[in-house]
């Protein structure tokens, strides 16, 4: 009797047709890589036994780079040439990096100001996505190894890159290209709070709404995610993409640097060396305080002076407390988003290397009030989640298995007349989505349309974030308001955005993918949502004023052509008086008063009411002339 084989679960029928996918978390500290491996996802170790990466690269004198520990062991000594935390600065131009004073790198902002920033080093200029793609080919090389695709053993069909859930368009995008660049093939961008739900998810076979707090070296996000069935719904999204474990080991810095200047009246400011040594240092302080009382903080800095001092875990809570509190300002957002108490959480999941801080866990614990699961491993947990989508999206599960509802961040729209945001595809829509909108033209005539598409949620373009511009030309020329122009939005599984716009009468079409080169600054990520909760009434008024103008100039513009062409058909007293309604209000649409630019615009209807009557009964003699009752069919 032959014996039949049964695959095992999650895997191929036949084991050689497995196919090889990777999921990877590129992280601001540290990165890994994972796989899928006889149906159990597992992070694949270098060959020293190190499952993590330090995300530090260092270009050599002799041309090559080192990436990892063997770089990270180098930061103090040749800090402009070794690079940490490069995904800090993905998608950003040099001004969104307001405090540059601790970081020990020369940054070089491009005459262009749609590129990127870069950084100076011996081999030159190098920018964010360059040295990620340095870090990524790192990890692809390990999981090549591992996997035996270099010893002809199959194929490494793509990966499953993790990103920050808050990370804005053009972050995104950099993160795309800096895979390219290390020749992956990339099978989808996956928001890092919903790779940790994967992981927990079907490990734990949990389900119910579970909240993802995600502190990473770099970045801070919330995700609020129901789980029912395979399925993972983000219900909603929050966070800070400039929030970290940097900033604990910069409040460390700052505190020994203040030590040094009570022990030492002579102090000057550090140089590149000093200031990568003192913040490799904190590092080290910070992750000693997270089993111990004290850190000793001992080195020598290049001048010979001896810094030697001593943080109690006391004085780290006390010293960062503030930063611990500005990641529950995001958690409470997503809560209201959600609409959801905290009874109905089932569990919240910590994510992130900086989640092992004491004072972290027990303000999480402290809001929510239990106790947050940490049985799987903070650092690890995301890129366990992306091997499992990796595995899944290359066919290796069926597509039943997992479902993936991920949201946008962001409202998403573009500028109409006066200024105005009109949203096209809300914040906390489910992706991929896809919203269409017909809008039409403002002039007489016009034959193209300019269109700005904005990220945001204030009411005034001004107060949004512009992505991109792009123009529709070749509209047919006709009266104001009658061209009919359907603009679409599309956001894919990605995150990524593209726009078109089409005039539905011949079919003329433009369109753009929205590729901006450096992404929201610091504050504006901050302060986007909270200002436009703590802006709603003035954006109220705003954007009824900005309408009243709007609806003002278009019906003086009306009046006025009317006039020119048809002006006879009425007695000069009546023209005047309507001359004398336009020009009042002209000047009341420079005004601040909505309601007087209505009430304005209902004098002038009011004043043309027999105007548009004789214009009316002309335009009807005139189809009528030359014709009898008899012809015309009733």
């Keep these: 009797m032959a014996l039949l084989q049964i695959s095992e679960p999650g895997q191929s029928a036949a084991p050689h047709q497995h196919k090889l996918a990777i999921g990877i978390d590129l992280g601001t500290t540290n990165s890994l890589v994972a796989t899928v491996k006889s149906g159990m996802a597992t992070v694949l170790q270098d060959e020293h036994g190190h499952a993590l990466l330090p995300s530090v690269v260092r270009y050599m004198p002799d041309g090559s780079v080192v990436v990892g520990h063997e770089a990270q062991a180098q930061q103090s000594h040749d800090p402009a040439n070794t690079i940490a935390s490069a995904k800090r600065f993905m998608g950003r131009s040099l001004k969104d990096i307001a405090d540059r004073a601790h970081i ?61 859930a808050y990370f804005d368009d053009a972050q995104r995008q950099a993160t795309k290209d800096a895979a390219r660049l290390a ?18 998810g079907l490990d734990n076979a949990a389900e119910g709404t579970f909240v993802i707090y995600d502190l990473g070296g770099g970045t801070f996000d919330v995700s609020i995610l129901k789980l029912t069935k395979g399925v993972f719904e983000v219900l909603a999204t929050n966070g800070d993409s400039a929030l970290g474990g940097d900033d604990f080991d910069h409040r460390i810095y700052c505190w020994i640097l203040d030590k040094i200047r009570e022990s030492n009246s002579d102090f000057t400011p550090l140089g590149e060396q000093d200031t990568r040594l003192l913040l490799t240092k904190a590092r080290q302080a910070k992750e000693w305080l997270t089993d111990n009382h004290e850190a000793q903080i001992v080195c020598r800095l290049s001048n010979g002076s001896l810094v030697d001092v001593t943080l109690s875990a006391t004085q780290f809570v006390e010293l960062t407390q503030q930063l611990v509190l500005k990641t529950l300002s995001p958690t409470r957002k997503a809560m209201r988003d959600a609409n959801l108490t905290l009874e109905e959480i089932k569990g919240v999941v910590l994510v992130g290397g900086a989640t092992r801080m004491p004072q972290v866990r027990q303000a999480v614990e402290d809001y929510f009030k239990q106790t947050p699961l940490t049985n799987l491993d903070p650092d690890k947990v995301v890129a366990l989640g992306a091997a499992i989508q990796a595995n899944a999206l290359v066919g290796n599960r069926s597509d039943n298995d997992l479902l993936l509802l991920d949201v946008t961040p962001l409202s998403l729209g573009l500028e109409t007349m006066g200024g105005l945001v009109e949203k096209i595809i809300p914040r906390n829509s489910t992706l991929p989505v896809a919203r269409a909108q017909d809008f039409t033209t403002y002039k007489n005539g016009q034959t193209a349309m300019s269109i700005q598409v904005v990220q945001g949620e204030r009411e005034l373009v001004a107060d949004c974030r512009s992505l991109a511009r792009f123009e529709l030309r070749g509209i047919p020329a006709m009266a104001a308001g009658a061209a009919r122009i359907r603009v679409t939005f599309q956001v894919d599984a990605d995150g990524l955005l593209s726009v078109s716009a089409r005039e539905q009468t011949t079919s003329i079409e433009a369109h753009v993918v929205v590729k901006p080169s450096y992404g929201l600054s610091e504050d504006e990520i901050t302060q986007m949502l909270k200002s436009s909760f703590g802006s709603a009434e003035a954006d109220k008024k705003a954007r009824m004023l900005a309408e009243a103008r709007v609806n003002a100039g278009a019906i003086i513009s009306a009046v006025t052509i009317a006039l020119s062409h048809d002006g006879d058909l009425i007695t000069a007293e009546e023209k005047l008086a309507i001359e004398a309604e336009i020009g009042a209000l002209q000047t009341l649409s420079l005004s601040d008063d909505a309601v007087a630019i209505n009430k304005g615009v209902d004098k002038l209807n009011h004043a043309t009411e027999a105007f548009a009557a004789a214009r009316m009964n002309a335009s009807v003699s005139r189809a009528l002339s030359g014709k009898n009752l008899d012809s015309i069919n009733l």
Excluded: W
């Excluded at 262009?112 to 793609?133: C, N, W």
């Excluded at 992956?184 to 919903?194: A, D, G, K, Q, S």
């Design 183 to 200: 020749g992956l093939n990339v099978l989808r961008l996956l928001n890092e709070p919903t790779a940790a739900a994967v992981a927990y």
């Design 104 to 164: 020990p790198y020369s940054f070089v902002d491009s005459a262009d100001s749609s590129k990127l920033l870069q950084l100076q080093t011996r081999a030159g200029l190098k920018t964010p996505v360059e040295i990620s793609a340095d870090i990524l080919k790192t990890l692809k090389a390990r999981a090549e190894k591992s996997l035996g695709v270099d010893g002809g053993r199959g194929e490494l069909l793509g990966a499953v890159i993790t990103v920050p």
